[in-house]
């Protein structure tokens, strides 16, 4: 589309020669791995975070329930003496806590052996598909 104030061209002489297209850019070869938000790394790292957030809690919640299920059904083995002064219920609530840190350490082992090296897998990635970008 032209802005100049001549009349356009009436005959077919008139009309300016063509100009070469423009030469299409120098295509760049593309990254062997698709671009970050395409990839399944990503699907992989959510997979991974959950079943770790499930062993965490089931470990604790699950322990936790066992001993309500336990007291509410069946008082007669919660309120059994183990030794003359400790109480089966007594013992399993003070397990409760020893439990707690199982969990914790079972997070962190199954976050440092499997979530984190995907994450920083991806983060490597991101930061080599930002410089690739940065580069355009």
Not at 10 to 26: D, L, R, S, V
Request: glycine share 4%.
């Amino acid at each position: 589309m032209s802005y100049d104030s001549s009349p356009p061209p009436t005959y077919p002489w008139q009309q300016p020669p063509f100009a070469p297209e423009p030469a299409a850019p120098a295509t760049r070869q593309r990254p062997h791995r698709d671009a970050l938000g395409h990839h399944s790394d990503l699907r992989i790292l959510r997979g991974a975070y959950r079943r770790q957030r499930r062993v965490a809690t089931l470990t604790a919640l699950g322990y936790f329930t066992l001993f309500l299920i336990l007291s509410a059904f069946v008082p007669s083995l919660m309120t059994s003496r183990i030794t003359d002064g400790l109480p089966t219920g007594l013992l399993l609530a003070l397990l409760q806590l020893p439990v707690t840190w199982l969990a914790i350490v079972l997070y962190e082992r199954t976050a440092r052996s499997y979530v984190d090296p995907i994450a920083d897998r991806i983060r490597k990635q991101a930061a080599l598909d930002a410089r690739r970008g940065a580069t355009r």
